[in-house]
């Protein structure tokens, strides 16, 4: 992302139950408290993020990006999930949504649904097309993006740290059209 976008990829909006904020150096602690699960991350590329020094790695990455952003609970403010926008492609009026993990214990609810559903309200405010790239052997990750009405447009290999992993490519375009 270009400078001049960072603020406008770095929104403050508020769901029913949600808030998602930007990401700040603070959260690094309660943000890795609910990323510290080997079950989060078992059909991830990256399965080993739940180890400290790896999810370090993933923070800074986040933090420097500058469109990162959490999941807060308005009621309790408890950090259940992270993401970014990235890739944003203004010539084609595109932007990706990713990075993304929601605490397990908010697995199965609404959180990752209204998490997205903010996310996508203010992508698509600015752009036409949002894109997921999600590990292909990620199945819960690919169910809820199909749940949330993405469809699969390609599968192919994306270089994660180094390393070309398998990746599926999924679709969602701006509700109305163009």
Not at 6 to 24: C, E, I, M, N
Not at 26 to 37: F, I, K, M, T
Not at 82 to 101: E, K, M, N, Q, W
Not at 115 to 130: N, P, R, Y
Request: aromatic residues 10%.
């Amino acid at each position: 992302m270009s400078d001049s976008n960072v603020s406008l990829w770095q929104p403050t909006v508020d769901g029913p139950a949600l808030r998602v904020r930007p990401l700040a150096a603070a959260d690094l602690e309660p943000l890795h408290a609910a990323a510290n699960d080997p079950e989060l991350w078992a059909q991830h590329p990256e399965p080993t993020r739940w180890q400290r020094p790896v999810f370090e790695k993933y923070f800074a990455g986040a933090l420097a990006c500058g469109t990162a952003v959490v999941a807060e609970e308005r009621a309790t403010g408890r950090l259940v999930g992270c993401s970014r926008y990235y890739d944003l492609d203004p010539a084609a009026r595109s932007v990706a949504i990713g990075y993304t993990f929601v605490a397990r214990s908010h697995w199965g609810g609404g959180t990752n649904g209204e998490f997205k559903a903010l996310m996508l309200a203010h992508a698509f405010a600015h752009v036409d097309t949002v894109w997921l790239h999600i590990g292909r052997e990620n199945w819960r990750s690919r169910r809820a993006a199909e749940k949330i009405g993405a469809v699969l447009d390609r599968e192919g290999e994306r270089e994660a740290n180094g390393v070309m992993v398998p990746y599926c490519w999924y679709r969602l375009d701006r509700p109305g059209g163009a």
